[in-house]
């Protein structure tokens, strides 16, 4: 298992199109975050699930955000009608429930909306 | 309620010379505090950890911070920087607990320069 892996790296899109990300997270963690972060800025929390259950969600989230993880693996992050405030990196990491160790992050997706 | 604060959004040291990142966090219960640091255009690398152990925590690449609880302080330092250290540092507290989510909460960063 070689960590956490996030694709696209980059995504360039035009503002009110719909982009998703993926997430893969380690194989033994069952928890699993989205964290938003701007320039200038640290990560901020997003949404995070145990196994498939969604059990939180930012106010950040707005309703054009969807996330998913329909089998307790990986995951999508969706934004539907794209717009400019939305560029920034979109984090992932996992961790095990209830552990005091930190997390481990993907090296993140780039969102570009122009 | 909990809070972090880098005190320094820059910090800038001669290659060879200590490093110091500091932070002061804010916590209604006995916290877990973290270091993470991010190269450009990277995710975010686990430094080290305190977990209400030992209060001088070592990390990885020359690393240690020092758990103050007097103070509310968990201040990074290396005694030696390396030009490889160059990249952002996030302090982030947390509260642990059995189940839930535990809130996290990251600084806004600290850009460490080292100068050749």
């Known amino acids: 298992d070689t960590g956490v892996s996030q694709n696209p790296r980059h995504k360039i899109t035009k503002r009110g199109q719909n982009v998703t990300f993926r997430c893969d997270p380690i194989?033994?963690?069952?928890?699993l975050y989205w964290y938003r972060q701007t320039l200038g800025q640290g990560p901020e929390f997003l949404t995070y699930f145990q196994n498939e259950a969604q059990l939180e969600k930012s106010r950040l989230l707005s309703d054009r955000f969807s996330a998913e993880r329909p089998k307790g693996s990986f995951s999508t992050l969706e934004i539907q009608r794209t717009e400019q405030g939305d560029s920034a990196m979109y984090l992932c990491?996992?961790?095990?429930?209830?552990?005091?160790?930190?997390?481990?992050f993907g090296s993140g997706t780039r969102l570009t909306v122009v | 309620a909990q809070s972090v604060t880098q005190l320094d959004s820059h910090v800038s040291v001669s290659e060879g010379t200590p490093v110091l990142l500091r932070c002061n966090y804010s916590?209604?219960?006995?916290?877990?505090l973290f270091w993470y640091v991010q190269h450009p255009n990277k995710g975010l690398q686990l430094l080290l950890k305190?977990?209400?152990?030992?209060?001088l925590v070592k990390g990885i690449n020359g690393f240690e911070a020092e758990f103050k609880k007097s103070e509310t302080s968990f201040h990074l330092t290396k005694p030696s920087a390396h030009m490889s250290d160059a990249a952002e540092y996030f302090c982030v507290v947390t509260l642990g607990s059995s189940g839930g989510y535990q809130k996290v909460t990251f600084g806004t960063g600290t850009k460490l320069q080292v100068i050749p």
């Open positions: 916590s209604s219960y006995s916290p877990s």
């Open positions: 990491a996992s961790s095990l429930a209830g552990s005091y160790y930190g997390y481990t």
């Open positions: 194989s033994e963690h069952n928890r």
């Open positions: 305190y977990t209400s152990a030992a209060t």
